[in-house]
T-cell receptor
């Protein structure tokens, strides 16, 4: 089975720009969640998608938005980038968006640098 | 409010010795507890989880963790450490009674260094 893949691996953007990060979920997984991990910190939950709809969100402003496609892949979009958005963005897939105590399977992340 | 504390930024242990990485949590309902490991420049890998049942949970790579409700702890353990266990370890908790709340709360991580 294929694991979670994220693209690109690294990205440099300028403050005020917009960015789209992509994630392909693990085969058989229908739920995707996104996390932001700043240097030296634990992951911070951004949001989760199940059956193409957002079904959970953390404390992130609306300029962080996402999509899930029929094949369960997902995008994270960030508008009006700020310097503090520089971080490793992790995508994780899992099975069944219900109780969701199934383990998360993470990609290797996209390292975003905002200058 | 939910929270997770990993009181040690770094743990150093000699190869072959037992290791413990500590985690304490706070949730209002029943805790769902997880341990993940992160190697440099990689995503996180699932090690083990406690949802219900036996307090001692066995996971990947010889790791285990013990759920202690009275101490609200979920310490990660391994009887004999390997140099290849050196990595960043994260504890995470979700409130099992939180209904549709999908949010996992993560600790800040503990860097484990196993010395040969």
């Amino acid at each position: 089975e294929t694991g979670v893949t994220q693209s690109p691996t690294h990205l440099i953007k300028t403050r005020g720009q917009q960015v789209t990060l992509r994630c392909s979920s693990q085969s058989g997984h229908n739920t995707v969640s996104w996390y932001q991990q700043a240097l030296g910190q634990g992951p911070q939950f951004i949001f989760q998608y199940y059956r193409e709809e957002e079904n959970g969100r953390g404390n992130f402003p609306p300029r962080f938005s996402g999509l899930q496609f029929p094949n369960y892949s997902s995008e994270l979009n960030v508008n009006a980038l700020e310097l503090d958005d520089s971080a490793l963005y992790l995508c994780a897939s899992s099975i069944a968006g219900g109780l969701n105590n199934s383990p998360l399977h993470f990609g290797n992340g996209t390292r975003l640098t905002v200058t | 409010a939910q929270s997770v504390a990993q009181p040690e930024d770094q743990v150093n242990v000699a190869e072959g010795n037992p290791l413990t990485v500590k985690c304490t949590y706070s949730v209002s309902g029943n805790p769902y507890l997880f341990w993940y490991v992160q190697y440099p420049n990689r995503g996180l890998q699932f090690l083990l989880k406690y949802i219900t049942g036996d307090n001692l949970v066995k996971g990947s790579y010889g790791f285990e963790a013990e759920f202690n409700k009275s101490q609200t702890s979920f310490h990660l353990k391994k009887p004999s450490a390997l140099v290849s266990d050196s990595a960043l370890y994260f504890c995470a908790v979700r409130d099992g009674n939180a209904g549709n709340n999908r949010k996992l709360i993560w600790g800040l991580g503990t860097s484990l260094a196993v010395n040969p």
